[in-house]
Each structure stands twice: as C-alpha cells, then as structure tokens.
C-alpha cells in the first residue's frame, strides 16, 4: 500500500512539474516574441552638441510597429530637444521576425545631468516600454580670472583671394571666348561664300512621236510644203523622222545614210510602211543631191506619209516623266565638300564651347558660395 501512494504521489508531482513547464514555455515564448531596446550614442556631450537615441523593436514581420513621434524642437524631457526623427532599414531577425528602427537626434544647452524616460512602443497597439538613458551636458571651464583673455564676436571676414581656386576658371574663359571668336568667324567665312544648292528636277518628258509630230506641226506653219526652197523643206522633215526613228528605235540614225535606215528597219517593221518611207528618202535625197523639183502635191504626199510612218510605228504607253540630276563641277563638288566641314566644325565648336561655359558657371558659383 505504501508503494501504491508513492507511485500516485510521483505520477502527480510529475504532471504538475509538466504543467509548470508548458506554463513556463508558453510565457517566455510571449514575452520573446517583441523586445525594444533603446541606446544612446554618448552619454556626455558638450552644450550645443548632437546625440543620437536609436531605439529598435524586434517583431513579426506582419505586426504593425508605431514608434513616437516628436516634432522639430519638441523636448523628450524638460532641458532636452529632438531636432529630427529619421527611420532606418528594417534587418532581418531570427525566426521571422524584422528588426526595426528609429534614430533620434537630440540637443540640449543646459549643463545638467538628464534623466531619458522610456520611450513607448506600439505593436499591434500593444505598448512595450524600453529602458530609461541618461545623459549629461557640459560646459566648457572658462577662466573668469583673465577677463583681458575675453574678446567680442569678430565680424564678417571676407575670404583671401587666391589665384590657384580661380585660374582654372579664368583660362577656361580664355578659351570659350577664342572658341567663340574662331566658331563667329567660320560662320562669317560660310555665310560669305553662297552655297551651291542642288535639287534634282522631276520634268515631264515628250514622247519621240510627239516631239516629231511637233516639228511637222512647225513645219505646217511656216509653209515649208508650199515654198519654193523644196531643199530646206525636205532636209527639215528627214531630220525630224531621223530623230523620231533614233528615239524611237535605239539606233544612231542621225549618222546613217537613207539606204541604211530603210536596211536597218526592213527587220522590225511591215513592208508597205517602210516602202512610203523609202520613197519618201529617195525624194530627199534627189532633191537635196540632183537639184530635182518637186511638185506641191508630192511634197505634201511626202509629208501624209511622215506622218503615217510616225502614227503607225509610236509607243503609247511609256513614262512621261524623267528625273533630271544636276552634274557639278569639280571646283563646284569642293566647294559643297568645304561647307560641310565648315558646318561640322561650327556644331562641334559650339557644343565644346556651350560645355565649357556651363562648367566655368557652375565653378563660380560654388566658389563664391
């Protein structure tokens, strides 16, 4: 029986160690999931002279974490002012949790000994306070017993002027005004000498049938047919088929003798045309080598037949218009290629000189502020 009521006894005092265990666990695990901490970086300083409080909270990283505030002046303690409030990085923290941060940049012109209360923090609005700092200003010792070491506040002293801050600055003005001078001058010698402009012309181009049936038309007007001068009439209207036929056909018939054309042409075209033509030729040729006269109704039966020949052999559907590039000179081609260089060299120095005017503006200004 005694063994029974010891057995029952351990069996209880070990459930009620477990209990105490698990109640342990589950409070510290509480109590370790936030912590805030605060520090300062100095606790003395001089009067006048900056510290900073950095005060950090390790929470999960979803918990919403409200630090205090203070406004530009605003004292933490009586004596004591925050001057600015600047937020750090989050860092990471074991098992979830972040780290996070403020920095408190504190002031003070009393010479005493402060007390820094706890800071509150807020985590998911639950308050968490941190540890109280101290901090202590001082003063420097002054020697009351020199009052002829004492001298008023100095006024405003102007800066000694030195050659070596400004003359970078003086020679890189040098050299945008002989930049300037030299881009003004390339620019007078440009403007001086006229460009050659160069456009290329779309003009409209007359068919060989059309050019040829023009000059007939100018033939019909001064009354070639019916004069006297049957030579003029007959070497003006070979001419005009002459051209006609080397536009027409490809071949230098300007050169070539009546025979050859009527030759030349026997493989391109019918047999009734080119016999028209043929007498046509030989009638030229007569009258202009043989001295032969000719009748009116011949010359105007020659002139139908030029006309039917012109009719019977011209292409309709040819482009009308042509494309006209102007051909320059040699002297004219340097003369184009100079006033690119010119224009070239004009951007570039422009851009150096605008770079460098910048620069010496900005050196200025930082050296008179």
Known sequence: MKIKEDNTRVRWMMKILVILFIIHGSLFASFAQVSVEASIDQIEMLVGQQAHVTLKAVAKRESKVEFPQFQSTQQITPGVEVLACQPQDEQEADNGFVEKSMVYTITSFDDTLYYLPPLTVKVDGKPYKSKSLALKVLTLEVDT???????????????????????????????????????????????????????????????????????????KAEKMV??????????????????????RYGFNAMEMTSG???????????????????????????????KYSTLINENDMNLVNAIEFINQTKLENVPTEETVKPQLSEEDQRSVKTCRILKTVITALMVVSLLLLIYVVYATYQLIN
Do not use: C
Not at 147 to 155: A, H, I, L, S, W
Not at 166 to 192: G, K, N, Q
Not at 233 to 247: C, G, P, W
Not at 272 to 279: C, F, H
């Open 145 to 219: 017993t020199h009052v002829e070491q004492f001298f008023p506040p100095k006024g405003v002293q102007d800066n000694p002027f030195e050659w070596s801050e400004w003359s970078l600055i003086f020679w890189l003005s040098v050299l945008v005004l002989f930049l300037s001078a030299i881009t003004y001058y390339i620019y007078i010698r440009l403007r001086d000498n006229k460009p050659i402009i160069t456009h290329i012309r779309i003009v409209k181009k007359l068919l060989p049938h059309q050019k040829a049936m023009k000059e007939i038309e100018q033939i």
């Open 226 to 247: 019916t004069a006297e001068n049957s030579k003029e009439y007959y070497t003006k209207l070979t001419d005009t088929l002459r051209k006609y036929i080397e536009e």
């Open 260 to 290: 050859e054309i009527i030759e030349k042409l026997m493989s391109i075209q019918d047999q009734k045309s080119l016999d028209e033509l043929r007498q046509l030729f030989t009638t030229a040729d007569l009258v202009k080598f043989a």
